[in-house]
Structures are given as C-alpha cells and as structure tokens.
C-alpha cells in the first residue's frame, strides 16, 4: 500500500498511480462501434480515480472478435468513437490503453448472457480461424489453419489497429496473447500442431507473436508504451508453462 498512489513514470508516461483497470470485456457493441455504454463504462472508472484503464479486448478484424458484440479497430470509422473516451480519460489524468486482439479459434460465440455457445450459423456467426484445425470446446466449429499468407494478413491487421489506436489517443498498446486467443493458440503446443516455421519448436511457435511485436515496436515513442499479456501457464501437462513464459520474456 506504500506505493499503491505514487505516480510512476514509464518513459514520458506519468501515471498518477499504481491503479490499473484490467481489460474486461463488455460486450456491448454494434458492429464493433464503442456506443453510450462504453462511454459511461470507462468514464466512471476515470473519474473514480483509477491510474490507468485498458480497454477492453479490441478486434483487429471482424473475424476476430468473441462475440458479435465486442469491440473492433479494424476500419478508421471505429477511431472517433474511441476517440472520445481516451479524450475523457486523460481529461481525468488518467492512461488510457487499449487491448488489440483476436479470438482465433474461440470467436463466434455468443453473448455470454445468452449461453455464450460459438454459434453454428447465422448473421452473427462466421468462420474460425487457429494455429490447427483443432476445436476448443467438443461439439465447436473445426476452425480453419491459417495459411502463412493469413498469418501475415493478421500480422498487418494488428499493426494497422494500433496505428488507428495511437490516433484514437492510446497511450498503452497491449497484445492480447493470453486466455487461450489466437496468439496462445500459437504459443500452446496444446494447440500447435503445425509442421511448418509456425509450429514444433518454442522458436517456431513464438514466431507470430514475435512479428507482431515487432511490428508494433516501431510505433512506439517516448509517448507511448508496447505491454504484452501471456498465460503465464496452461496448467496442463505438455502445454505452455512457466520456463516457457521465463524464456518468452
């Protein structure tokens, strides 16, 4: 608690506290436009006192979503929407940062308070993709292995949102690579099961992840700051595990 409301500083970044709002996803979404509720959501936070809000985790395409109601920065028209809640955020003296991510094989499902069951067809339903065409859940769609021409098609995707994030008013880019999403399904040989430079060794399975960073590291400034989010284990025997994660870091 000593430290709990010291500012820190994190290159120009100054944040008045040690107070961080994990992302936490809403759901409340249309067509991936942040709306009214999302306003007030992080507004209420801000004005509560919080150091620091990440938003909630932020489609870098369509097909990446969990649900057909989170939220997306796939297109420049999703900037403004955001735009006014990193505006009131900061107005408030608080850090707004945004989670960049895509469900992989875990998208299309529904929302949690309908059942959150992938949905099998349908308007708000649409194609999984993973590492392998491995089913989360029995009984999910078969999702379909990403060629290499799609794995980079991805890899700009995640470049582009940060870029429309950094305009949107940004200060905290965070890679989603946790929870079992599309970079964990890279990272897990649980659900790796790829023969190629994407799959078998720990060099191979990180190599997406890796790219992203990459990428996205030439965006930063003294302004803005790269954070990544991993599992730091899968809790199952032959998965990801801590010395995977120590090696990672």
């Known amino acids: 608690m000593l430290y709990l409301n010291t500012p820190l500083l994190i290159k120009q970044i100054i944040f008045k506290n040690r107070v961080v709002m994990s992302p936490m996803c809403q759901y409340s979404a249309i067509n991936g436009y942040a709306n009214e509720w999302h306003f007030v959501h992080y507004a209420t936070r801000a004005v509560g006192g919080v150091g620091t809000i990440i938003q909630e985790a932020t489609a870098v395409l369509s097909e990446g979503r969990i649900t057909y ?94 870029v429309r994030a950094i305009e949107a008013g940004y200060k905290i880019i965070e890679i989603h690579g946790a929870h079992g999403y599309l970079i964990h399904q890279f990272l897990s040989p649980l659900s790796n099961k790829r023969d190629d430079e994407y799959g078998g060794t720990f060099e191979n399975r990180t190599r997406f992840l890796l790219q992203i960073i990459e990428r996205l590291s030439g965006l930063m400034d ?15 025997e032959g998965g990801w595990n801590i010395d995977d994660s120590v090696k990672l870091a």
């Open 69 to 162: 109601g989170d939220l997306g920065l796939w297109e420049d028209e999703q900037i403004a929407h955001l735009a006014r809640i990193t505006s009131l955020i900061s107005n408030r003296g608080a850090v707004p940062g945004i989670q960049l991510a895509h469900a992989g094989r875990k998208a299309s499902c529904d929302l949690p308070w309908n059942g959150g069951e992938q949905l099998q067809s349908g308007i708000n339903s649409w194609e999984t993709y993973s590492a392998s065409p491995i089913p989360f859940h029995k009984g999910d769609n078969l999702p379909i292995e990403l060629s290499k021409e799609e794995i980079d098609k991805i890899v700009d995707a995640f470049y582009n949102s940060a």
């Open 222 to 236: 003294e302004n803005h700051s790269l954070w990544v989010r991993i599992s730091a284990t899968d809790w199952t």
